[in-house]
């Protein structure tokens, strides 16, 4: 694969989840979770407030022709549910890495939703792209994360110290999580 190909979506399913590119008719659930407190606080770059900015998002996500960023849809299988989205982006084809972050429903938080996700697309990302290392921070008081980048096997290399600013408007902490091929 060239290092300017554009990604061609894929559909990936890890038990009971399927993850595939988001879709326009999603929009009322992209913008339930966009407004979700704990969303806002720990995905400052979420700009979902209302009907048109989730459809935007959903187009975006589902637009990888640049080869740059793959954005599923995490659904149950069964039902098809929404239950968040995974975002693999900043794809770096050249030095051979990408950073991960996902948004969870609240509904389904804390049954390793994210957790399975994580570690799907990872896997996904390290053999069919060829990618050697995927990033994933998270605030050091946003401990669900802590423990989805640890269950995924992303290993802790430390701490990046007042490196972002959070949605309460504050710098905070980072752990630098990494999953290495």
Known sequence: MSLEAPLRPVVLTVGDLL???PRVEESAAVLELG????VRMWNPRCQITDEASAIKD???GADWSDGSQATFSI???HGGRYAG????HGIDRE???AKVGYRIARWTRGQGVATAAVHCVADWALRELGLNRIVL???VENTASCRVAQKAGFGLEGTLRMAKRFG???LHDEHLHALIA
């Open 19 to 21: 993850l595939r590119p």
């Open 168 to 170: 309460d408007g504050r």
């Open 137 to 139: 921070t998270h605030g």
């Open 75 to 77: 659904v149950h299988k």
């Open 85 to 88: 989205n995974i975002a693999l």
């Open 95 to 97: 030095n051979a890495q």
């Open 35 to 38: 407004i979700d407190p704990d």
């Open 58 to 60: 959903c187009l975006a």
